[in-house]
């Protein structure tokens, strides 16, 4: 599919988002077929994307699909971009090119295949998981740094910062995973396994580290387990800034942290810019989250 006709859906899908769209028919035998693939159980279903187990070509795949009302007009260009880095970092998940291309349209839906990876989602609570996802952070920005420029926008929750003081006092922009945590990572005896680029963009290494920690702490907040998240804190930001070189200062890490934060309100009281999580969000769930908005303000 070229990257023209993903950018025309996007246009319809902003105005399609806010509504209560019908769900999309799954593709059948045939659809599958089309692209070389034998379909299998559906391994998770998310708000707009839907992940089965397959084969192709004999190899055991997995296949998402995602519905194309839905995405953004970088779709394409994440998925070309965690191709070439999936070629470069054996830590990078990439797509699986098949015989119907990178990116294939199924009945409304934008199928991409990757290799299936084996392996344990890190336990924020072991510190040798909790250091092995910091080392493979610094690994995986040595690599995004060495990619060529490509035309992406910042991660989200910088694009909704104030232009001028937003970004104040942070490193150099490079490209980043964008949604870096342990529901992303998969970790072996071997390897550690990254994958779902879907919000790669620009920003400072800061602002990734920081976005981990967010993610951390706002299921921490939400279960009332706070020593988890400091014990989680100070292991990956030490071994983060032995890994990298960087000495990403607590103050910039505490700032990234609060314009995720911030980022989350703003969503919260537009959810019609807000990622498709906060849309769909429930009156109830949305009050939990501007609850923890509130408490974490200004922290």
């Known amino acids: 599919m070229r990257r023209e006709e993903i950018s025309g859906r996007w246009h319809a899908g902003l105005m399609a988002a806010s509504e209560n769209l019908p769900s999309l028919p799954l593709p059948d035998d045939q659809a599958w077929s089309s692209i070389g693939v034998a379909c299998g159980p559906e391994l998770h279903g998310g708000h707009q994307s839907r992940i089965f187990a397959a084969s192709c070509d004999g ?14 007009q970088a779709f394409q260009q994440r998925v070309e971009v965690t191709s070439v880095l999936g070629e470069m ?5 990439g797509p699986v090119t098949t ?15 990757y290799p299936f990876v084996a392996g344990e989602t890190p336990d924020v609570c072991d510190e ?3 250091r092995r996802m910091a080392t493979t952070m610094a690994s995986l920005h040595r690599s995004l740094d060495q990619l060529d420029p490509v035309d992406l926008p910042a ?18 922009r490079q490209l980043l995973h964008g949604d870096f945590s342990p529901a992303n990572l998969l970790l072996s005896d071997r390897h550690a396994r990254v994958f779902d680029f879907d919000d790669c963009g620009y920003g400072p290494i800061e602002f990734e580290v920081g976005n981990t920690l967010y993610m951390v702490l706002f299921d921490a907040a939400m279960s009332s387990e706070m020593e988890r998240y400091e014990r989680f804190r100070a292991w990956f930001v030490d071994e983060y800034r032995s890994a990298s070189g960087h000495g990403v200062p607590d103050e910039l890490v505490e700032k990234s942290i609060g314009l995720r934060v911030q980022a989350l309100g ?6 019609e810019f807000a990622p498709i ?23």
Not at 89 to 93: L, Y
Not at 159 to 166: D, K, L, S
């Open 277 to 299: 999580g906060i849309r769909t969000a429930t009156p109830a769930w949305r009050d939990s989250l501007r609850a923890f908005v509130q408490s974490h303000t200004h922290r």
């Open 99 to 113: 015989k119907a291309g990178l990116i294939v349209e199924l009945g409304g839906w934008l199928a991409v295949v």
């Open 59 to 72: 190899d055991q795949v997995v296949v998402k699909l995602t519905d194309s009302r839905l995405v953004d």
């Open 89 to 93: 970092d054996d830590s990078v998940v």
């Open 266 to 271: 703003r969503w919260i009281d537009h959810p």
């Open 155 to 172: 991660v989200a929750a910088l694009a909704e910062a104030e232009p001028r003081t937003g970004v104040e006092g942070f490193g150099r």
């Open 128 to 130: 040798a998981d909790v």
